[in-house]
């Protein structure tokens, strides 16, 4: 079965840290591009980051811009989420997404069940 399972959320002060993970099972991390999005609540879901599978270029909002730093560990296929500086802004559900095409030609999309960060003194 082919899944990805989001851990590591939970009650942080501002200017404190957590790290997310984002564990697959079922197919390759390697293979798919790989990003992080967040949504709070009444608003839209928005993109944070996000990884390639080519040469693991990453992307951020410029909102998180030079707090977050999204990873991959190929080896435990994880990707992750550093996230420093908090701020209550940053309050949201958190998920990571997988997409690309198979070997078999098919489009293949994942969203993990999310993990929710709370940010507040």
């Known amino acids: 079965q082919v899944q990805l399972v989001e851990s590591g959320g939970g009650l942080v002060q501002p200017g404190g840290s957590l790290r997310l993970s984002c564990a697959a099972s079922?197919?390759?991390?390697?293979?798919?591009?790989i990003g992080w999005f967040r949504q709070a609540p009444g608003k839209e879901r928005e993109g944070v980051a996000c990884?390639?599978?080519?040469?693991?270029?990453?992307y951020y909002a410029d909102s998180v811009k030079g707090r977050f730093t999204i990873s991959r560990d190929n080896a435990k296929n994880t990707v992750y989420l550093q996230m420093n500086s908090l701020k209550p802004e940053d309050t949201a559900v958190y998920y990571c997404?997988?997409?690309?095409?198979?070997?078999?030609?098919?489009?293949?999309?994942?969203w993990g069940q999310g993990t929710l960060v709370t940010v507040s003194s």
């Open positions: 079922g197919f390759n991390l390697d293979y798919y591009y």
């Open positions: 990884i390639t599978s080519s040469d693991g270029s990453t």
């Open positions: 997404n997988a997409r690309g095409v198979t070997t078999t030609l098919e489009f293949l999309e994942v």
